[in-house]
């Protein structure tokens, strides 16, 4: 049987048929990559919240957390990861950043040093209270206190529990919106590179 030539595929159609192809897979790809950083999200926001609930029933736990790794232990600071962590980690995991985004990724990164280091001044000025040599006094005979230095004691670390619980929730905060930054400088591939190596890190 003769194969006329209008019966056989063009060239223009072919060349588009092995063209749609890598492009549909790219887009799967990057559907794939978005949902993986959809549920990782929130996975991360329930993490912070399970946080919370932790922080609002015994905020002295959080800082001492036990379940935390050694590792992690080391690098902690305000029962948390520093937020500026997060610019070691986009370091490590993304190598081809543009200039316009690594001069706005230092900007970034020089705004959260800066609220990193206030936070830390208020967090010393809370534990250098218990150094107050009337409370350091009631602390060390916690087992021999009278009526009204054990209300005074009482008094004294329900002051504290709101302190440390007040700047906790700021560091919460903050480390949530540096992420926030950093996701929103990166592209979506880059995004992606970014949350495996934040969670290579949150979770060994």
Not at 77 to 96: M, N, R, S
Not at 175 to 191: D, E
Request: with cysteine; glycine share 4%; proline share 4%.
């Amino acid at each position: 049987m003769e194969i006329k030539p209008t019966e056989l595929p063009s060239t223009a159609s072919l060349s588009c048929s092995f063209i749609a192809r890598p492009r549909k897979q790219i887009r799967n790809g990057k559907k794939k990559k978005k949902k993986l950083i959809d549920q990782v999200l929130s996975h991360y926001q329930q993490y912070f919240d399970e946080n919370s609930r932790i922080a609002n029933q015994d905020i002295f736990l959080l800082y001492s957390q036990p379940w935390i790794s050694p590792y992690e232990r080391a690098l902690q600071w305000i029962a948390g990861y520093k937020p500026c962590l997060a610019f070691q980690l986009v370091d490590l995991a993304i190598e081809d950043l543009t200039v316009e985004k690594k001069r706005t990724m230092e900007r970034v990164r020089i705004e959260t040093s800066r609220e990193e280091r206030e936070l830390t001044k208020t967090m010393v000025r809370v534990q250098e209270t218990v150094a107050v040599p009337p409370l350091l006094g009631l602390a060390r005979r916690a087992g021999r206190l009278l009526d009204g230095e054990i209300s005074t004691m009482d008094t004294a670390i329900d002051a504290m529990k709101r302190a440390m619980l007040e700047i906790f929730e700021s560091a919460e905060s903050h480390r949530i919106s540096t992420v926030r930054k950093v996701m929103g400088i990166l592209s979506q591939t880059r995004r992606f590179s970014f949350w495996r190596r934040l969670q290579s890190f949150r979770y060994g």
